[in-house]
């Protein structure tokens, strides 16, 4: 039985098996290779890997883990989890299963798109969602934003301060009041309020917008939104409590609401967060400190000290596993 598992082979995963590699935890990351940004070039905004492509990033981390004996790092789709005794059973898709004291997901979110003919092709390449991961590398670019209500006309201004060329496409009405509609008039946000046909790519990357009526208009980048969901059945399988948008709930330490069950990245967040924070320095910051609250509580369980505290979460209490 390992120390702990940990499901998921990006940045919140391998963080945390370096941290517990150093102090000689036995750990066994899974790693499925499906990767959330597996169709971004770049990983931005990353302190000193600025500009870095991630399959370069998880090279280097794996390298790295590579030194610590005790991490074991397995290609494989972690299928089902549950209790067992003092710590979990994990059954992989192609039938064998492992064991650990302790579970860490890092298994991430999927993307649900806008229903938009030729957006999921360009998604990651040149349709964002994100403007301080890839708003600099389209500065001074034509760029769209796609989507209706406050939140996009939020957006709209935000990327104003990055080109003189923002068009906001609501795909319909686009839904914001007469201040909004106002301050987007004064800050040169044009409004196209025609329901959008198409995305089209010339080269691999956007070249114009089709609506359902009117002149296409030519763009170099856009700007959307999607609808998160979790990209393993794990959390549901554990009884992990989660929000309406489908995070995982975590406290402080990244502990969930299910006994020895942690959960890290993009896939969870506090209640004091409105979202998840899709961000790659987040997501292994959150992977170090769990990996060391996970750590102290195998300690405390080796040592026969007092167990941490059980986190205070907002959400119902989950069952909890033996120990």
Known sequence: ???????????????????????????LVLDSGDYRNATAEHAHNLFTRDG????ELRWI???????YPTVEIES?????????????EVRLADGPTRSGRR???????ADELPDIAGLGDLWGRSVFHCPYCHGYEVRDQAIAVIGSGPRYADLALHLRRLSDDVVLCSNGPANVDQQTARRLDEYGVVVREVPIDRLVAKDGVLDRIEFAAGE????????TSFTPRQRSPLPEQLGCARFDDDAVEVDDFGRTSAGGVYATGDMGRRASMPAPFAALSVAAASGTIAAAALDKELLA??????PLPAPVLTMPTAPQPVR
């Open 1 to 27: 039985m390992y120390d702990a598992i940990v499901v998921g082979g990006g940045p919140a995963g391998l963080s945390a098996a370096l941290t517990l590699g150093r102090v000689r935890r036995t750990t």
């Open 52 to 55: 870095t492509p991630p399959a």
């Open 61 to 67: 981390a794996r390298a790295q883990l590579d030194t």
């Open 76 to 88: 494989g789709v972690a299928e089902h989890a549950e209790p067992i005794g003092d710590g979990f």
């Open 103 to 109: 579970l860490l997901l890092a298994t991430g979110l």
């Open 216 to 223: 296409p208009l030519p763009r170099q980048a856009a700007f």
């Open 301 to 306: 369980a080796d040592l026969g000290a007092s």
